[in-house]
T-cell receptor, first 115, second 116 residues
Framework: AQSVSQHNHHVILSEAASLELGCNYS??????LFWYVQYPGQHLQLLLK??????LVKGIKGFEAEFIKSKFSFNLRKPSVQWSDTAEYFC?????????????FGTGTLLAVQP | KAGVTQTPRYLIKTRGQQVTLSCSPI?????VSWYQQTPGQGLQFLFE???????NKGNFPGRFSGRQFSNSRSEMNVSTLELGDSALYLC???????????????FGPGTRLTVL
């Protein structure tokens, strides 16, 4: 069965610190990979996505992620976080087979950025 | 383009009742998926509808059902509500189709269901 692991459940950083959130998935086939963000009181928004091609993808608000196929990983990074990045971050995987859009989500990482 | 809309936004029911939640996808999107979000279980896939047909289902009891109409709007129904059904129910839509990029999903704000 497909699964997604996010290693950090809670992360506290000071503004300007660098961020890296881990995500590993288990699925043997071709995958689509996503990071979603949920700001307090708001709905899930797509940060970035990987379908194919360059394994280093850039998303909104200065976020990027690197797909490492050999490690089944898709870690999220940001060089310098801001207070406004305080939110919950979810990694998600869709095992692409053309037959479904089902997303498997990780448990989420709650990021608190201190001013 | 308008985003995914869900109604109602908040709902309070009592155990044993049933509830129907509605989702209107982004115009032109043909796939609608439903997810349940709880603090304990996180985000869990309920089911997906495409062209009025359910094409995938998660591990939820038969009390959870859904349907999709010809205009792609979708409803989900939960019968015989239990306390544990209290959750945020999210709807997501996508273009769907053969190309991978069509699988990008856009989420609505959710319906917060409280079961007393």
């Amino acid at each position: 069965a497909q699964s997604v692991s996010q290693h950090n459940h809670h992360v506290i950083l000071s503004e300007a610190a660098s961020l890296e959130l881990g995500c590993n998935y288990s699925y043997g086939g071709t995958v689509n990979l996503f990071w979603y963000v949920q700001y307090p009181g708001q709905h899930l928004q797509l940060l970035l996505k990987y379908f194919s091609g360059d394994p280093l993808v850039k998303g909104i608000k200065g976020f990027e992620a690197e797909f490492i196929k050999s490690k089944f990983s898709f870690n999220l990074r940001k060089p310098s976080v801001q207070w406004s990045d305080t939110a919950e971050y979810f990694c998600a995987v869709n095992g692409y087979g053309g037959a479904t859009n089902k997303l498997i989500f990780g448990t989420g990482t709650l990021l608190a950025v201190q001013p | 383009k308008a985003g995914v809309t869900q109604t109602p936004r908040y709902l309070i029911k009592t155990r044993g009742q049933q509830v129907t939640l509605s989702c209107s996808p982004i115009s032109g999107h043909r796939s609608v998926s439903w997810y349940q979000q709880t603090p304990g279980q996180g985000l869990q896939f309920l089911f997906e509808y495409f062209s009025e047909t359910q094409r995938n289902k998660g591990n939820f009891p038969g009390r959870f059902s859904g349907r999709q109409f010809s205009n792609s709007r979708s409803e989900m129904n939960v019968s015989t509500l239990e306390l544990g059904d209290s959750a945020l129910y999210l709807c997501a839509s996508s273009l769907a189709g053969g190309h991978r990029s069509y699988n990008e999903q856009f989420f609505g704000p959710g319906t917060r269901l409280t079961v007393l």
